[in-house]
């Protein structure tokens, strides 16, 4: 089991683009979340998804941000028009359908907008 | 509002020392919290839960209710345990974490 993967590793993009963050949970994992990192703060919660169904987005940004988790394929954080302040560190998570409390984490995604 | 909080950004100790990592939660149920652990050059991973009340790599952690904390101890500090340590408690729907505390141990 390859684990939670991420990908892109490192994106840069200019002020006004769009970011697209991909995140591949473990096999067998149905549960997906999205943290975001940013400089001298905790993970801070974003997003839970379970396959097509968004559970819980208390921690998503109103505007701009918009996350899935289709049926096939990885689960996508998707950011509009990028501002320099949305530069961090954002880690996606998995877990089992049975709920242990335990995530598993990728290795995460840098954004730098320039 | 739920929140963990972590004192201290860096905690630096000599190999040998004690260490306690400090953290606390502000939560109306019952808290069920956990230590993640991120190693150099690695993912962040969880260390250890409460409800286990297990040690882990010779750390402990014992949840105090009263004073609403779930402090991170080691009596005898390796290098080996310097990393960045994340306290976290689960909600229905989520983990919520601390903004870490990083432990050196120095030879």
């Known amino acids: 089991n390859a684990g939670v993967m991420q990908n892109p590793r490192h994106l840069v993009r200019r002020r006004g683009q769009e970011a697209r963050l991909r995140c591949s949970p473990m096999?067998?994992?149905?549960?997906v979340y999205w943290y975001r990192q940013l400089p001298e703060e905790g993970l801070k919660f974003m997003v839970y998804l379970q396959k097509e169904n968004i559970i819980d987005e208390s921690g998503m940004p109103k505007e701009r941000f918009s996350a899935e988790f289709p049926k096939e394929g990885p689960s996508i954080l998707r950011i509009q028009q990028v501002v320099r302040g949305d530069s961090a560190a954002y880690f996606c998570?998995?877990?089992?359908?049975?709920?242990?409390?335990?995530?598993?984490f990728g290795e995460g995604s840098r954004l730098t907008v320039l | 509002a739920q929140r963990v909080t972590q004192p201290e950004k860096l905690l630096s100790v000599f190999k040998g020392a004690p260490v306690e990592l400090k953290c606390n939660y502000s939560?109306?149920?019952?808290?069920?919290l956990f230590w993640y652990v991120q190693y150099s050059r690695q993912r962040l991973q969880l260390l250890l839960r409460h409800i286990s009340r297990e040690s882990i790599k010779g750390f402990t952690a014992d949840l105090n209710k009263g004073e609403t904390s779930f402090h991170l101890k080691k009596p005898f500090a390796q290098e080996e345990d310097s990393a960045m340590y994340y306290c976290a408690l689960s909600m229905p729907d989520k983990l919520i974490f601390g903004t870490g505390t990083r432990l050196q141990v120095f030879p």
């Open positions: 998570a998995s877990s089992p359908p049975a709920n242990t409390g335990e995530l598993f």
């Open positions: 939560y109306s149920g019952s808290p069920e």
């Open positions: 096999k067998g994992h149905s549960h």
